[in-house]
T-cell receptor, first 114, second 116 residues
Framework: GENVEQHPSTLSVQEGDSAVIKCTYS??????FPWYKQELGKGPQLIID?????GEKKDQRIAVTLNKTAKHFSLHITETQPEDSAVYFC?????????????FGKGTHLIIQP | NAGVMQNPRHLVRRRGQEARLRCSPM?????VYWYRQLPEEGLKFMVY????????ESGMPKERFSAEFPKEGPSILRIQQVVRGDSAAYFC??????????????FGSGTRLTVV
């Protein structure tokens, strides 16, 4: 099955700086890679996703890049703000075969220092 | 659109009791997924259901856990004879009918189960 590794587990950046979170996956057949933001006491919220036929996707201050050859993908947040503080999860899924759910990384606790 | 509704938000059970967690998917969504989250851990896939069908239960423990998504009403995750190790946050997610592309899941706010 799929295995997703996520780094770092904790990331502290100054407000206004950029933050980068990296994930690797093991199943070369995986073709869908969403990122979720989870605030304390809440459910995960989808913030951006990318499919394997695309190398990069951007939505305002958030961007995701995918390197299929190396089997890794990254989340980039620019001009960080206090409200970006949360736990971020990457995930991967193979939609071509079975009906398994998403496989998640263990999460990155992003702390924005004022 | 009320989103994915889970209840109860918090559930306390004594060891040996049964826990029933409910999930109503977003309007128009026909796929339901259950995940378990332990403290400081990611989300672990448990089961994927469509109406009246279990599509994939590869993440469900073999004993004491069951799930259903009846024709009418919410999806139910049932844990019989709960033990302390079942204490976790249980999240339900839903997605629309998959037409060959994955859609992002919409998660509920979760049920936090505490076994005492």
């Amino acid at each position: 099955g799929e295995n997703v590794e996520q780094h770092p587990s904790t990331l502290s950046v100054q407000e206004g700086d950029s933050a980068v979170i990296k994930c690797t996956y093991s199943d070369s057949a995986s073709n869908y890679f969403p990122w979720y933001k989870q605030e304390l006491g809440k459910g995960p919220q989808l913030i951006i996703d990318i499919r394997s036929n695309v190398g990069e996707k951007k939505d305002q201050r958030i961007a995701v890049t995918l390197n299929k050859t190396a089997k890794h993908f990254s989340l980039h947040i620019t001009e960080t703000q206090p409200e970006d503080s949360a736990v971020y999860f990457c995930a991967a899924r193979n939609s071509g075969g079975g009906a398994d759910g998403l496989t998640f990384g263990k999460g990155t606790h992003l702390i924005i220092q004022p | 659109n009320a989103g994915v509704m889970q209840n109860p938000r918090h559930l306390v059970r004594r060891r040996g009791q049964e826990a029933r967690l409910r999930c109503s998917p977003m309007k128009g969504h026909s796929h339901v997924y259950w995940y378990r989250q332990l403290p400081e851990e990611g989300l672990k896939f448990m089961v994927y259901l469509q109406k009246e069908n279990i599509i994939d239960e590869s993440g469900m423990p073999k004993e004491r856990f069951s799930a259903e998504f009846p024709k009418e009403g919410p999806s139910i995750l049932r844990i019989q004879q709960v033990v302390r190790g079942d204490s976790a946050a249980y999240f339900c997610a839903s997605s629309p009918l998959d037409e060959g592309f994955n859609y992002g899941y919409t998660f509920g706010s979760g049920t936090r189960l505490t076994v005492v």
